[in-house]
């Protein structure tokens, strides 16, 4: 298909589709003639997942790049992979302190791979800000909110495990991110307001 059609299938924009070939998110058509090239299936799928990722997840094109390079030349493990899709997705605080009691938090839960990461520096910033907030937001519940996520985990990573390659995995990983956290954040609140009704 030509370019207006990979449009047309797409919904994005033709100009769009030639800033992702600049910025090298979109790989290169096979070129017919000087000006024309022939795109497929494969690239409709990078358009779907480049623009959900800018349009619902807030990545930035360099992420997006960042990503996209893992799923041309994918990590050796599923773990590994799931370490290009952390620091892709906004929200990753590299370089940032974390607190000890962050730190003894994910070392007490046996999540000692985690405790120096960029994940943990941005759950050090939450849990200031939100204390800052004035949420009390005592180390106990803090522990809770942890074991309680460890379950909606072990669904994410189970859902990757079953990708049959490892593109696939890290596609699954950073979308199934990006797409499923609005769904994790309407279930709390759903769940707050059934819990609330129980207790009366």
Partial sequence: MRISELAEV???PVHTLKFYLREGVLPPGAATSRT??????????????VRALVEHGGVSIGDIRSIVEA????????????GV??????????????????ADLLESLGWTTCTDG?????LTAAVAAARAAGVELAPAELRRYAEAMRAAAEVDVEVA???????DALRTVVLGTVMVDPVLL????????????ERG
């Fill in 85 to 102: 899709a952390h620091r892709a997705l906004p929200g990753v605080t590299a370089g940032a302190e974390v607190s000890a009691e962050v």
């Fill in 36 to 49: 024309r090239a022939d795109y497929g299936e494969a690239h409709v799928e990078r358009v779907r997942l």
């Fill in 161 to 167: 495990l079953r990708a049959t390659s490892a593109a």
């Fill in 71 to 82: 799923l041309d030349s994918p990590p050796p493990s599923r773990h590994e992979l799931l």
């Fill in 10 to 12: 797409t919904g994005v």
């Fill in 186 to 197: 309407a279930l709390r609140r759903i769940a707050q307001e059934g819990v609330s009704a």
């Fill in 118 to 122: 960029p994940l943990a520096a941005g």
